[in-house]
């Protein structure tokens, strides 16, 4: 059994180096490099007054709130999700998410697939680029691995 406790995860933070609500900390605990078969799991936290910037991503999600209310843009459509409510992401449909209260919003996404390539409308930071999979990988990595492809 692969396990985590969400309390103990190491996440990442993230930003847009030129909007400063855009800014998350992240981590993928379960995905195709810690053994999953078809399937990966993102957690992420959004503070008040900060968003997850508009991007799409290759598999199917579904998104879970813990908790907080966040503020969901899925291609032209527009609302609100708070703690215990869930919805559908297609792949490759742009969508956000943006903090809607005072308190931290805690989700969880559930993707179809164990591998996932995330674009996104800007750069994310520390990566320097628009386009991240499973796990991010930052760009220092790929050059000492010798894999600079985009």
Request: hydrophobic residues 40%; proline residues 6%.
């Amino acid at each position: 059994m692969i396990a985590e406790k969400i309390s103990e995860l190491e996440l990442m933070e993230v930003w847009y180096e030129d909007d400063p609500t855009m800014r998350i900390k992240v981590t993928f605990p379960f995905f195709l490099g810690n053994g999953t078969k078809s399937t990966a799991v993102v957690y992420f936290e959004i503070k008040p007054g900060c968003r997850l910037g508009t991007h799409t991503d290759s598999a199917e999600e579904i998104i879970l709130v813990l908790e907080g209310t966040a503020e969901v843009s899925l291609g032209d459509e527009r609302g609100r999700l708070s703690a215990g409510e869930m919805a559908l992401v297609p792949a490759m449909v742009p969508h956000g998410l943006g903090n809607a209260g005072d308190e931290t919003v805690r989700v969880v996404g559930f993707f179809s697939s164990n591998v996932v390539v995330s674009t996104f409308d800007r750069p994310m930071m520390p990566f320097g680029q628009r386009v991240v999979g499973t796990p991010p990988v930052l760009e220092e990595d790929q050059v000492a691995s010798g894999n600079t492809g985009a």
